[in-house]
């Protein structure tokens, strides 16, 4: 039994209870959940249903809970059912209930974890959405592992979501690279507001190579502006598409200007009432919705501000028909928020249709040092330097096993030992060591997915395990709710750790010599079933599940 399904007999139950005390039904949730408790001994699952709604209903809740306890006590597959405190119910399921998710699991195989608690939802997801001027730096590679990771986790609970990457080949920095690019061209020092690092000199010789009047041309910075933009731009994809990261969309924002969007969107706007002109220039009265000052969408001179493109980009996201837009920021970009919010507002969106989120600080450290100097880019430590040094696995489990929102320092070291104390490591270790045992299964010929009887699950790691097992679609749901892909990894070193205890524990395999027996097949069961949850678990973060180690 799921503990959905258990949610869904709980419910059941206090529905038939308030009948029973002719209690108002309006008093009762749409549904209900059921938790773990932190007690093993306090059974399997607990509900609070009862203090949800005894006072809403203005009944006793040890009444209302011996009612509810009598009924469940009647559904298959429960045991009993104990009443602490108030109108705790602590439920405890018979081994054959518990011990089937083993099997369900098994049957569902890469489907399992999947729910529908995002179902109708149309996310567009924005992340990384570097301009192409320089290589994708740690604050970048971050947001590329974790807005994937959180792309998928969305859909696996059901949404329909839109991977975006949105860039500019125009503008002042795109002058400094064209401006960087030519310097070193012609030989000449990196002007000071340039772009240094070896990338440049690469780039700058390429576009030579493959333009090779490139300085005796009328404009010779326009030429190293294209071609060098073009090339930037290539190897940024290329290098995310090594990661692993792959985007549904590369928006370009000159296809806003050349379609119009802009004075749409300041159309739109003014049809709302929100614009007003002051001192030759046309402004956003962004105040209104909580900013800290208004914003200019059209200078005096005519020309359009990167604000401007920023509304014209909203209102055209939300004309594609996404329903919800998440944007992913770095570190550096907390004083973009209150003015998107007042575009969102503006345009008389809900409150939550779009969210932001801020991504904090990536640190390199080797012997405990921090590693500041990218053999490419000069100053930074880029996605690849970052690769190079742990791999791709361990960056991107790493970048996504904590929350966005706290700084992290990678420590060389640490993310490249072959050791349990390598968070990545030890769980992608759990996952070989049971396809180890899963092929010597095969090896004496016996079948994991013969039939087996659910109820010889009963031993105490067996059970920790099934309910650890059972949680996965709910630890997904959550994840996709709360934008917290990291609860994925978390999860799933919480998995890995419940399968060595029990695989300590319980033996699998027959000795030498020895027919496999009831309990050692049903033990399989449970071993293929946990193999599933792990490549499942790592596949939501972009991460291989290894055969061998």
Same mark, same amino acid.
């Given at each position: 039994m799921t503990p959905e399904t258990l949610a869904e007999k709980v419910l059941s139950a206090t529905r038939a209870a308030f009948a029973e005390l002719g209690l108002d039904a309006a008093a009762l949730p749409a549904e209900t959940t059921v938790e773990r408790p932190r007690n093993p001994e306090h059974g399997d699952y607990a509900s609070t249903i009862v203090l949800q709604v005894a006072k809403k209903a203005g009944t006793d809740p040890r009444a209302l809970a011996q009612r509810i306890a009598s009924g469940l006590t009647e559904v298959d597959g429960v045991a009993? *059912?104990? #009443? %602490?405190?108030?109108?705790?119910?602590? #439920?405890?399921?018979?081994?054959? =209930? %518990?011990?089937?998710?083993?099997? !369900? @699991?098994?049957a569902a195989g890469t489907a399992y974890g999947y729910n529908e608690s995002m179902k109708g939802a149309h996310v567009n997801l924005e992340f990384v959405s570097a301009n192409p001027t320089g290589p994708v730096h740690a604050g970048g590679t971050r947001w590329a592992a974790v807005g994937d990771a959180l792309a998928r986790v969305m859909r696996s609970s059901g949404a329909k979501v839109g991977s975006e990457y949105y860039f500019n080949d125009a503008g002042a920095q795109i002058d400094r690279f064209a401006n960087s690019l030519l310097?070193? =061209?012609?030989?000449?020092?990196?002007?000071?507001?340039?772009?240094? &690092?070896?990338?440049? +000199?690469?780039?700058?010789?390429?576009?030579?190579? /493959?333009?090779?009047?490139?300085? +005796?041309?009328? +404009?010779?910075?326009? *030429?190293?502006?294209?071609?060098?933009?073009?090339?930037?731009?290539?190897? @940024?994809?290329?290098?995310?598409a090594d990661f692993g990261t792959h985007f549904d969309v590369y928006f370009n924002e000159k296809e806003l200007h050349d379609r119009g969007k802009l004075d749409d969107a300041v159309e739109r706007l003014s049809e709302l009432g929100h614009i007003f002109e002051a001192d &030759?220039?046309?402004? $956003?009265?962004?105040?209104?919705f909580g900013d800290d000052k208004d914003r200019v969408l059209k200078k005096s001179d005519g020309s359009w501000t990167y604000f401007a493109a920023d509304c014209a980009y909203y209102l055209d996201k939300r004309e594609r028909g996404f329903d919800k837009l998440v944007l992913m920021l770095g570190a550096d970009h907390h004083g973009y928020v209150g003015r998107m919010q007042a575009i969102s507002q503006a345009f008389g969106d809900e409150p939550g249709t $779009?969210? @932001?989120? #801020?991504?904090?600080?990536?640190?390199?450290? !080797?012997? &405990?040092?921090?590693?500041?100097?990218?053999k490419r880019a000069g100053t930074v430590v880029t996605l690849n330097d970052i690769v190079e040094a742990i791999g791709v696995d361990a960056t991107r489990y790493a970048l996504t096993r904590y929350s966005a929102d706290s700084s992290i320092d990678l420590d060389i070291d640490l993310w490249t030992k072959h050791g349990n104390d390598n968070p990545v490591y030890y769980v992608q270790y759990a996952h070989a060591r049971i396809a180890g045992v899963l092929r010597n299964a095969g090896d004496l010929g016996v079948d994991s997915g013969d039939a087996y009887d659910a109820s010889l699950l009963s031993h105490p790691k067996e059970k920790e395990l099934l309910k650890a097992l059972a949680e996965f679609p709910a630890v997904i749901a959550s994840?996709?709710?709360? !934008?917290?892909?990291? /609860? @994925? %990894?978390?999860?799933?070193?919480? $998995?890995?750790g419940?399968?060595?205890?029990?695989?300590? +524990?319980?033996?699998? $395999?027959?000795?030498?010599?020895e027919s496999i027996s009831e309990t050692g097949r049903a033990r399989l069961w449970l071993v293929s079933a946990t193999r599933v949850v792990l490549a499942n678990a790592l596949g939501l973060l972009g991460v291989s599940a290894p055969e061998r180690m």
């Open positions: 009993k *059912v104990d #009443i %602490a405190g108030p109108g705790f119910l602590n #439920i405890t399921l018979d081994a054959a =209930a %518990a011990g089937e998710i083993a099997g !369900r @699991i098994v310097a070193r =061209a012609k030989g000449e020092p990196t002007p000071e507001d340039g772009y240094g &690092g070896a990338y440049v +000199d690469e780039i700058a010789a390429e576009v030579l190579r /493959r333009h090779p009047g490139a300085l +005796d041309a009328a +404009d010779p910075r326009e *030429v190293f502006r294209t071609a060098g933009v073009e090339l930037m731009f290539a190897e @940024i994809k290329a290098t995310l &030759g220039a046309v402004w $956003l009265r962004t105040t209104a $779009l969210e @932001i989120l #801020i991504g904090q600080m990536v640190n390199l450290l !080797r012997d &405990g040092r921090p590693v500041r100097m990218s994840a996709a709710e709360l !934008r917290e892909p990291h /609860r @994925i %990894a978390r999860y799933a070193e919480d $998995l890995a419940a399968y060595h205890r029990f695989y300590t +524990d319980c033996r699998v $395999l027959p000795y030498p010599g």
